[in-house]
T-cell receptor
Framework: QQQVKQSPQSLIVQKGGISIINCAYE??????FPWYQQFPGKGPALLIA?????SEKKEGRFTISFNKSAKQFSLHIMDSQPGDSATYFC?????????????FGQGTELSVKP | DAGVIQSPRHEVTEMGQEVTLRCKPI?????LFWYRQTMMRGLELLIY????????DSGMPEDRFSAKMPNASFSTLKIQPSEPRDSAVYFC??????????????FGPGTRLTVL
């Protein structure tokens, strides 16, 4: 079964530090790699996404880095803030013409200490 | 738009009882997904619909689980009979594929189910 493997499971970072979460995927046909952010008691929400024809995408303090040859992509949160404390999920589509069906990683619980 | 609406937000029931979870997707969205989230198994896709038709139910754990989408604005996930191991947060999500490069899924607030 196709998987998306995410690490670490949990992460503690000091305010102002850099948070890095990694994901590895298997299917080279994947064409879209989103990251979702989930706050306690809420549903996940799309944070940022990248297509494999670019190596990096930046939106504010959030950056996705993509390494196609290694089949890995990562989320970098610069100048991490306590408000960034949440669970982060990487995801990938399960295949072509799957109607946006996604496989999610196991999640990383990020805690940013003040 | 109110976003994806789920009800109830919390459900506590006893083992053996029937549980029905409800979802109203975002108007105009053509895909609807049901997920289950637990600490042990993370976020699992149970079933998804396209234009009210079930496309993939391979994630439905057992015959005790069933889902329907009688029209474009309503879906239900039913568990009968419920068991303590069904305790989890159940999310509904919807998307409109084709109009956005991201095929973004919009999640509801979830239903926290506790089976005693």
């Amino acid at each position: 079964q196709q998987q998306v493997k995410q690490s670490p499971q949990s992460l503690i970072v000091q305010k102002g530090g850099i948070s890095i979460i990694n994901c590895a995927y298997e299917n080279t046909a994947f064409d879209y790699f989103p990251w979702y952010q989930q706050f306690p008691g809420k549903g996940p929400a799309l944070l940022i996404a990248i297509r494999p024809d670019v190596s990096e995408k930046k939106e504010g303090r959030f950056t996705i880095s993509f390494n196609k040859s290694a089949k890995q992509f990562s989320l970098h949160i610069m100048d991490s803030q306590p408000g960034d404390s949440a669970t982060y999920f990487c995801a990938a589509p399960t295949g072509v013409n799957q109607g946006g069906k996604l496989i999610f990683g196991q999640g990383t619980e990020l805690s940013v200490k003040p | 738009d109110a976003g994806v609406i789920q009800s109830p937000r919390h459900e506590v029931t006893e083992m053996g009882q029937e549980v029905t979870l409800r979802c109203k997707p975002i108007s105009g969205h053509d895909y609807l997904f049901w997920y289950r989230q637990t600490m042990m198994r993370g976020l699992e896709l149970l079933i998804y619909f396209n234009n009210n038709v079930p496309i993939d139910d391979s994630g439905m754990p057992e015959d005790r689980f069933s889902a329907k989408m009688p029209n474009a604005s309503f879906s239900t996930l039913k568990i009968q009979p419920s068991e303590p191991r069904d305790s989890a947060v159940y999310f509904c999500a919807s998307s409109l594929v084709g109009t956005s490069v991201h095929n973004e899924q919009f999640f509801g607030p979830g239903t926290r189910l506790t089976v005693l």
